[in-house]
């Protein structure tokens, strides 16, 4: 049997409601309470530091949870070009994503999603992938620097 943890930081349904469902005190119901965690953020949200930390919250929550792996929507739509953006993160903050998601060391599909009228998704989608790969490459060369200064 498997079990699944869902920790999305989303739009606050007070300011998106019926298109953006997701209060903090929606944790799942009856055996499946405690595997799910909203983390709602503000509309307008720019700042890195702030959806970093929702985002910490959740690989927090994933950790404690324990999974044998990790499936990843990185929610490219929260670009600051995107359209109907209601938050303006900016393509260096999608390394800072990547980096955060491998901090997990799990086993991770990265699933995506979208389609909007700017032309940067590819290159916010490379950059998720290069601060995960990223921080795999700094594990690796801090492993292999340990071994040879031995």
């Known amino acids: 049997m498997w079990s699944t943890r869902f920790s999305p930081a989303v739009r606050h349904p007070d300011e998106e409601y019926p298109y953006f469902p997701g209060y903090e005190h929606e944790g799942g119901e009856a055996q499946h309470a405690g595997f799910n965690q909203n983390i709602p953020l503000n509309l307008g949200t720019t700042d890195w530091a702030v959806y970093a930390s929702a985002l910490s919250q959740g690989v927090e929550a994933i950790k404690k ?61 490379a950059n998720v992938l290069i601060g995960f790969e990223g921080f795999w490459a700094k594990i690796s060369f801090s492993w292999i620097t340990t071994i040879t200064n031995e």
């Open 65 to 125: 949870f324990g999974p044998d792996w990790l499936v990843v929507s990185p929610g490219l739509d929260t670009f600051e070009k995107n359209p109907v953006a209601s938050f303006k993160l900016t393509s260096a903050d999608y390394l800072g994503m990547g980096e955060v998601i491998a901090s997990l060391r799990l086993s991770t599909h990265f699933v995506f999603e979208g389609g909007y009228a700017i032309d940067e998704p590819g290159v916010n989608t």
